[in-house]
């Protein structure tokens, strides 16, 4: 069974920088595509960013473009979110996922999801 979870939310004040961690068992992901979403309070799921298994393509949020950044490590069987010029909305539950055989920004796209890492960006 594939397990993600994530880790590294905390809180942290509006301009700072945090780096999420997602890491993978039960499974090699090395050819999986792999994505981070988001979820505040009352909100819907937002996609935040994706990276093709291969490493070299990427989606990003509008939201999110030009301060949060995904990477992968498949040394470690784990992708990462560096998150640079926090914004207080950036506040929510930031969730992994990851799929085989798709490569977008759907939700419903996603195989496999970890439970989540709050995430709070004081202003």
């Known amino acids: 069974q594939v397990q993600l979870v994530e880790s590294g939310g905390e809180l942290v004040q509006a301009g700072g920088s945090l780096r999420l961690s997602c890491a993978a068992s039960?499974?090699?992901?090395?050819?999986?595509?792999r994505a981070w979403f988001r979820q505040a309070p009352g909100q819907d799921r937002e996609f935040v960013a994706a990276i093709s298994w291969t490493g070299g393509a990427f989606y990003y949020g509008d939201s999110v473009k030009g301060r949060l950044t995904i990477s992968r490590d498949n040394a470690k069987n784990t992708i990462y979110l560096q998150m640079n010029s926090l914004k207080p909305e950036d506040t929510a539950i930031y969730y992994c996922?990851?799929?085989?055989?798709?490569?977008?920004?759907?939700?419903?796209?996603?195989?496999?999801w970890g439970q989540g890492t709050q995430v709070t960006v004081s202003s």
């Open positions: 996922a990851a799929s085989k055989s798709y490569w977008g920004t759907r939700g419903p796209g996603y195989d496999y």
């Open positions: 039960g499974r090699t992901l090395s050819t999986y595509n």
